[in-house]
Nanobody, 128 residues
Framework: QVQLVESGGGLVQAGGSLRLSCAASGRSFSTYTMGWFRQAPGKERGFVAAITRNDYSTNYADSVKGRFTISRDNAKNTVYLQMNSLKPEDTAVYYC?????????????????????WGQGTQVTVSS
């Protein structure tokens, strides 16, 4: 079993920045595809960003391209989500997820069903 713990959420004003972190347990972190998803009140969970093993590729939802950056540090078993130019529409609970199969296809890594392990989430609130 893999445990994921998110941190770094909080309250910021529109235009501000936050960096989310997700620390993972286990010895196979470097082989996982890691993703970030978010869920706003009254809405379904949606894809935000993903990064494959060996930094082969990254992928972003259109709504966050140019503003968010996903990265990973395999030595620390940690994945990050740098969020800049935040908008009120970004307000949501953000979840990190791990795909032990290490999927790389865009259509696959954007689906939450591909990921076996999920964190408990961290709240991000952007005020206007």
């Amino acid at each position: 079993q893999v445990q994921l713990v998110e941190s770094g959420g909080g309250l910021v004003q529109a235009g501000g920045s936050l960096r989310l972190s997700c620390a993972a347990s286990g010895r196979s972190f470097s082989t996982y595809t890691m993703g970030w998803f978010r869920q706003a009140p009254g809405k379904e969970r949606g894809f935000v960003a993903a990064i494959t093993r060996n930094d082969y590729s990254t992928n972003y939802a259109d709504s966050v391209k140019g503003r968010f950056t996903i990265s990973r540090d395999n030595a620390k078993n940690t994945v990050y989500l740098q969020m800049n130019s935040l908008k009120p529409e970004d307000t949501a609970v953000y979840y990190c997820a791990a795909d032990r199969n290490g999927a790389i296809l865009k259509a696959t890594i954007q689906k939450g069903s591909e990921y076996e392990y999920w964190g408990q989430g961290t709240q991000v609130t952007v005020s206007s």
